[in-house]
């Protein structure tokens, strides 16, 4: 619980900390190195199922007190980085409104702005499809395909190797100025590639449309972050950041109570296609969002450079 509540500052701070790193012309750039490291460290999990062996063979050599330890030790070097870094001193704004009023206010803030509006409850709405896909992909593995014990990990592995090269692809063509239609293309493509997920019996045609399907769900994920970031005032970036986490983070676990309900009603397959067409129908409200979004962030960044 401890370890919750530490995430819930932790997380919110990093993301809206990284504007302080790098400038709004690079945030793109940054974000997807960011969700590329995250993908990797995802993805070599199920990828090494020999990972677990090496872990037992450890904790049977030192113990298992050992080995927290060791991962305790490993936070220092973060630290240091911390440390290190040599930022340009900033104006604190320091607010005098009670914490509830303070999330009253975000809240207003936040849904009073269309496009910000619309970049919550579009990510929500994927993080929470993307549960569908999480709870019910056991399921598909052994039910569906007729898969083995590894089946359910190299499904796993295709979606984050799709996550990891669409951050690869951002890195290499990030325009800020773009990022509405990244946004809305990302989450359409997420969404037809799980309807095919849903459709196949064929273990490798599975494979290929979880890793589009990650690569889909990569582009929404980087575009959301660069958008808000790019949107939100110096004052009210930690505030909506810590909306945009709770919204994106929360949605994934409702997703998986969403799934198991509607699964055990109309199927697995129609579940998952079901959310997906939600997404599609949701890509195609945004995509009439596109110049709005494009012009905001130009408006933006000519006020910086004023």
Not at 167 to 183: A, D, Q, W
């Amino acid at each position: 619980m401890l370890q919750g509540i530490i995430n819930a500052f932790d997380i919110p701070t990093r993301q809206a900390f990284l504007l302080e790193t790098v400038s709004k012309e690079n945030l793109g750039n940054a974000i997807a190195l960011y969700s590329s490291l995250v993908s990797i460290s995802v993805m070599l999990g199920p990828a090494m199922p020999t990972a677990a062996s090496y872990a037992g063979l450890l904790i049977a050599a030192v113990g298992s007190e050992l080995c927290f330890l060791l991962d305790s030790i490993s936070y220092i070097a973060v630290i240091i980085a911390l440390l290190a870094m040599h930022l340009a001193p900033k104006k604190v704004v320091i607010f005098t409104r009670k914490p509830l009023e303070e999330l009253k206010t975000s809240f207003k803030y936040a849904f009073g702005f269309l496009p910000i509006r619309s970049v919550l409850i579009g990510s929500a709405l994927v993080c929470c499809v993307w549960g569908f896909y999480l709870a019910l992909g056991p399921i598909f593995a052994k039910e569906i395909l007729q898969g083995g014990p590894n089946t359910f990990s190299f499904l796993m592995t295709a979606s984050s190797l799709g996550t990891l090269a669409g951050g690869i692809y951002l890195t290499k063509h990030s325009n800020v100025l773009e990022s509405g239609k990244v946004l809305a293309l990302g989450i359409c493509f997420m969404g037809v590639s799980l309807i095919v997920f849903a459709l196949s019996r064929v273990f490798w045609l599975s494979l290929l449309s979880l890793l589009a399907a990650g690569f889909g769900f990569i582009l929404q994920i980087i575009a959301g972050r660069t958008l808000l970031q790019l949107l939100v005032s110096d004052e009210n970036r930690g505030q909506i950041t810590g909306l945009y986490v709770m919204a994106s983070t929360g949605a994934v676990p409702i997703g998986n109570l969403i799934a198991g309900a509607l699964a055990s009603k109309i199927g697995s397959s129609n579940t998952v296609i079901f959310g997906a067409s939600i997404c599609i129908a949701g890509s195609i409200f945004l995509m009439r969002q596109i110049s709005t979004f494009r012009d905001l962030v130009r408006l933006n960044l000519r006020t910086e450079a004023a």
